[in-house]
Each structure stands twice: as structure tokens, then as C-alpha cells.
């Protein structure tokens, strides 16, 4: 079985933090999706990777960054925390078609 | 811009019924669609996976349908149990990296 494991379930951090968001996987796969869920507008991809030190902007990468070092570790950065980025985060890998979620990080910035 | 619907009012039927949901897309030709469940608080879990040539998908009490002329996937979940009950999410595939394209979801509650 796919495990995509995130390092908060959920978090308060407050305007103006840097905040950290990590992932990772056990599979040696090569692409991996970072999303941010909110109500009514479904999944929105912040940032992918598709291979370790490579990635590209998704649909909404404003206020995000990310890092991939090693490849079971995908990171989202927020450089500098606003309230517009509460929301839920998750983190995804895929092969070869499907994608694996993991349980997601519920972020409240205050 | 490509776009992807769908129904965003939740759907209650009685458990033992068929639920039907609808995933409609436009400016778009993708070479497959999936559908995710996911339950509240948790990420989505993949269900299914149909292909653009193929009509029809099943596995076990769900049945996806494709239909790239009218741009619609029908997915069926026949004799429901309120085990059934979460958000059901359409995805598209939309090239490079194997991308995909979410819909915002359809919560279907399933009713004793």
C-alpha cells in the first residue's frame, strides 16, 4: 500500500510566520502535488515536482515555495503567512495515472 | 479556460437506490477521468479510472460512464449504504506530469 504521511494534522500559526508544510512518501515515486482545498472550489495545485530539485507552478503559487531534496520528501513553504492561506493542504504522489493523498493539513492562520 | 462541474447541492437518496452523479467539463479533451471519495477531514481515495475511448467502467457496485461528445462522466453507485455517504471528486487529466484537474466534489448522503 501507497503511504503519504504529512507532518501536522492541523496547525495555527499567525500573519507574518514562515510556515512549513511537509510530506512524504514511501513508494520511490517521482511526481508529487502539493493542493490547497477550500469550500466550494475544490482542489487548486499550488506547486508540483516531478523529479528532486525539479518542480513548476501550478495554478495558484503566489505566497508558496517549495522544496524537493530527497525524493520521498516534498516541502511547501509559506514565506510569509497570510490569513487568505487558511485552508487545508494536501499532499499528493502519483503512479503511474493515480494519485495518493495523505491525510491533509489543516492550516488557521490568525 | 478549461472547466470542470460538478453538482455542487448535496444528493440524499434511501439506502438500497441507485445514486447517480454528474462530472461535466468544457474546453477539454483529456485522455482520461478518475473519480476520488473522500471522507471528512481525511484526502481523497481513488476510485475509478475510464479512458477516452472506453464507454463504460465497472468495480463492484460502482459504474463509471464517458461520454466525450456530450463532455459528461455518469458515476453510479447501485444498491447505496450509508457507508456511501462522503464527497465523491471528478478529475480530469490534463497532460504533462500526468496533472489533473479536480471538480469541487458532490456529497452524497445515503439515508437508513
Known amino acids: 500500500d501507497v503511504k503519504v504521511t504529512q507532518s501536522s494534522r492541523y496547525l495555527v500559526k499567525r500573519t507574518g510566520e514562515k510556515v512549513f508544510l511537509e510530506c512524504v512518501q514511501d513508494?520511490?515515486?517521482?511526481?508529487m502535488f502539493w493542493y490547497r482545498q477550500d469550500p466550494g472550489l475544490g482542489l487548486r495545485l499550488i506547486y508540483f515536482?516531478?523529479?528532486?530539485?525539479?518542480?513548476e507552478k501550478g495554478d495558484i503559487p503566489e505566497g508558496y515555495s517549495v522544496s524537493r531534496e530527497k525524493k520521498e520528501r516534498f516541502s511547501l513553504i509559506l514565506e510569509s503567512a497570510s490569513t487568505n492561506q487558511t485552508s487545508m493542504y494536501l499532499c499528493?504522489?502519483?503512479?503511474?495515472?493515480?494519485?495518493?493523498f495523505g491525510p491533509g493539513t489543516r492550516l488557521l492562520v490568525l | 479556460s478549461q472547466k470542470i462541474e460538478q453538482n455542487s447541492e448535496a444528493l440524499n437518496i434511501q439506502e438500497g437506490k441507485t445514486a447517480t452523479l454528474t462530472c461535466n467539463y468544457t474546453?477539454?479533451?483529456?485522455?482520461?477521468l478518475q473519480w476520488y471519495r473522500q471522507d471528512p477531514g481525511r484526502g481523497p481515495v481513488f476510485l475509478l479510472l475510464?479512458?477516452?475511448?472506453?464507454k463504460e467502467k465497472r468495480k463492484e457496485r460502482l459504474k463509471v460512464t464517458f461520454d466525450t461528445t456530450l463532455k459528461q462522466s455518469l458515476f453510479h453507485i447501485t444498491a447505496s449504504q450509508p457507508a456511501d455517504s462522503a464527497t465523491y471528486l471528478c478529475a480530469l487529466d490534463r497532460g504533462g506530469y500526468n496533472k489533473l484537474i479536480f471538480g469541487a466534489g458532490t456529497r452524497l448522503a445515503v439515508h437508513p
Open positions: 475510464i479512458r477516452e475511448n472506453e
Open positions: 499528493a504522489t502519483q503512479v503511474p495515472e493515480t494519485q495518493y
Open positions: 515536482s516531478y523529479d528532486v530539485k525539479m518542480k
Open positions: 513508494m520511490d515515486h517521482e511526481n
Open positions: 474546453n477539454y479533451s483529456p485522455a482520461y
